[in-house]
């Protein structure tokens, strides 16, 4: 099986998919802040949530259910910072998966990725990176919605906790977007062989 990737290229491959899984992973998980309510454990991510208060007819109470799953629709997430930070990183995390598997595949088909290929590749990393973590910035916006401040303990504000806890999920995907702009996107400019210029 004919390669066009350089051995550098093969790396930049492997890593951009390692960013992109990370990433996008990160980005699916509803573990971006940690909290409690009711005596129970929350977590929010951008656009799902584990744990949410429902009242108890039977009972007379709110209880906690201990689901996790997404919000029933787009205008359902708790603030519209959170809204754009979805649209924003699922942006960027697409962008890193579109570059990653058009790599790997550059890995098993000969001529797919020359030098100039390999460098819009690069750019396109850098952007996405650039994405991920314009939305990982602007999630603490989100921090002052009703449904945060009842998790972590009414103090919490914009770019203030409370009482609540960054999850593994928002470092996961900070983590790959920076490897992806800072590691990948210089990979990507040594990744492609030297196109063979025929006669005819």
Not at 8 to 27: D, E, K, N, Q, R
Not at 106 to 118: A, D, F, K, Y
Not at 144 to 171: H, P
Not at 188 to 198: D, I, L, R, V
């Amino acid at each position: 099986m004919a390669s066009s990737l350089t051995c550098t290229g093969v790396i930049w491959a492997l890593l951009s998919f390692l960013c992109a899984a990370t990433s996008c992973v990160g980005f699916f998980m509803p573990y971006w802040l940690w909290g409690s309510q009711l005596g129970k454990s929350v977590s929010f991510g951008t656009f799902r949530r584990c744990s949410y208060p429902v009242h108890d007819e039977s009972r007379q109470m709110m209880v906690m259910v201990e689901e996790c799953g997404r919000y029933a629709s787009f205008q359902g997430i708790p603030s519209a910072e959170w809204r754009i930070c979805t649209v924003v990183t699922g942006l960027g995390c697409g962008l890193l998966l579109l570059v990653a598997l058009t790599a790997l595949m550059g890995c098993c088909v000969s001529e797919l990725i020359s030098r100039t290929v390999g460098r819009v590749a690069g750019g396109i990393q850098f952007l996405g990176g650039l994405l991920i973590g314009a939305g990982c910035a602007l999630y603490p916006l989100g921090w002052d919605s009703e449904e945060v401040r009842q998790t972590c303990g009414y103090i919490s504000g914009q770019f203030d906790l409370g009482k609540c806890e960054i999850g593994w999920a928002y470092y996961c995907t900070g983590a790959g977007a920076a490897a992806s702009m800072l590691l990948c996107t210089w990979l990507a400019c040594f990744s492609g062989k030297k196109q063979k210029h025929y006669p005819y």
